[in-house]
């Protein structure tokens, strides 16, 4: 409760002085970033958008309304809005990325763990692309922004149970996708 309440307090002094903002920044720029780079999979992509999700929630903090809603699932709402937006833009212009790997992420270790065995990059980009898109945003909330399941939920606008069964049926996918790769080894 204590944390909330200094959350609140912080957000009600940059909603008076925007210069205020700065410790809510250093409080989640690097699980937003770790989550947009798992999702984009380019470090300097992941940076150029986590520093647009932080100029739009600078620009947006008087409107936000307290619901005792953790401002991360409002600021991951906005990262996963800025990642929208961008696929749009390269939808529109119909680049493509060749580049599969990822940049050094925050939470690769858990990750690691997660899996059981040490994933090249592009193995593990491989075995999420073939994920569904909540499946993919559950991950990558979980391990790679280090979310707990109540802020994923809140963040993804779902219910705890959907995350969970959302997460699930992601670890399932993905230790299938592993074991038929050891068995093509």
Known sequence: MQEQESEE??????QRDPAAFGPLYERYVDRV???????????????????????KA??????????????????????????????R??????QVSLDG?????AGERDLDSLLGKRLTRQELVKAVSRLT???K??????FAAGLP???????????????????????????KHFLSMGEDR
Request: glycine letters at 4%; a positive charge.
């Open 58 to 87: 600078l620009e947006k903090i008087g409107s936000y309304q307290w619901r005792a809603l953790p401002l991360s699932a409002w600021l991951f709402r906005i990262a996963n809005n800025c990642l929208i937006d961008r696929w």
């Open 137 to 142: 945003q559950v991950i990558a909330l979980r």
């Open 149 to 175: 399941i109540a802020e994923t939920a809140k963040a993804m606008g779902k219910s705890e149970g959907a995350v969970k069964d959302l997460q699930h049926s992601a670890l399932v996918a993905l230790r």
């Open 101 to 105: 790997s990822l940049g050094p992420i």
């Open 33 to 55: 970033y770790s989550y947009i780079a798992f999702r984009v999979g380019d470090p300097a992509v992941a940076e150029d958008l986590t520093s647009d999700v932080f100029l």
């Open 9 to 14: 307090s912080l957000v009600r002094a940059s």
């Open 133 to 135: 898109e909540w499946q």
């Open 89 to 94: 833009r390269l939808a529109k212009m119909k």
